[in-house]
């Protein structure tokens, strides 16, 4: 009897422990900044380097101001854009990028006629399924 009353108390003490521990809330603090300046726009994933030429189609820029990728995604949820991913890293691209900061050169800039696009994405990264 002894035992049990031993075991009652050792089981209401543990649980006021187990009722007075704080629960950890998580603190996630995400900073985006400012997107990068490339001229032709930049990948949809990090740390986000400048994309040649021919990487986005036309439907990615408004004039010849990048619309934007990931985190700096400045259109609609509906919003489709083809990519030649033959560009991307990811996939083996290993030639050359333009630099942050450089101006666009116009002979470069890809219009509807020229854009030879092989993926269809939205404006977040994910692959819609699509082909151009």
Request: charge should be neutral; proline fraction near 8%; aromatic fraction near 14%.
């Amino acid at each position: 009897m002894r035992a049990f009353r031993f075991l009652m108390a050792a089981a209401v003490v543990g649980s006021c422990f187990a009722a007075t521990v704080p629960k950890a809330e998580a603190q996630v603090k995400v900073e985006i900044g400012v997107a990068p300046e490339c001229p032709y726009g930049y990948y949809d994933i990090a740390p986000y380097d400048c994309a040649p030429s021919g990487y986005y189609g036309p439907e990615w820029f408004s004039g010849d101001v990048f619309v934007g990728a990931g985190p700096w995604f400045h259109g609609g949820s509906e919003f489709r854009g083809n990519v030649d991913n033959r560009f991307d890293p990811q996939h083996g691209y290993k030639g050359a990028k333009p630099n942050r900061g450089e101006k666009a050169e116009p002979t470069k800039r890809v219009d509807k006629d020229h854009f030879k696009g092989n993926e269809e994405r939205d404006g977040r990264g994910h692959s819609t399924g699509g082909k151009h």
